[in-house]
Nanobody, 116 residues
Framework: QVQLQESGPGLVKPSQILTLTCSVSGSIFSNNVMGWYRQAPGKQRELVAAITSGGNTGYIDSVKGRFTISRDNAKNTVYLQMNSLKPEDTAVYYC??????????WGQGTQVTVSS
């Protein structure tokens, strides 16, 4: 059974840094695409950043230059480093893994609040 465990919930002030981690078990992690999504109150869930098995990355425009997604295949873990946080980054952040055959698995989500 594939399981994803996110960590790193936090209340931070604007401009501060926060790193989220997502550990994956029960799957061949190194073959999977990993993604970080977020959902703010009253809004749809959106893809924030993704990283392929080969290390190629992509970001939504609103976080480019501020967020960095990375992975450690030896630890079955993906990270999202969030710099220069803004109040509009406040959301529940979710980790998702997609296998080469297209199966998707989600983490339970972790709250990030950016407020002064």
């Amino acid at each position: 059974q594939v399981q994803l465990q996110e960590s790193g919930p936090g209340l931070v002030k604007p401009s501060q840094i926060l790193t989220l981690t997502c550990s994956v078990s029960g799957s061949i992690f190194s073959n999977n695409v990993m993604g970080w999504y977020r959902q703010a109150p009253g809004k749809q869930r959106e893809l924030v950043a993704a990283i392929t098995s080969g290390g190629n990355t992509g970001y939504i425009d609103s976080v480019k230059g501020r967020f960095t997604i990375s992975r450690d295949n030896a630890k079955n873990t993906v990270y999202l480093q969030m710099n220069s946080l803004k109040p509009e980054d406040t959301a529940v952040y979710y980790c998702k893994t997609t296998s080469p055959s297209g199966y998707e698995y989600w983490g339970q989500g972790t709250q990030v609040t950016v407020s002064s």
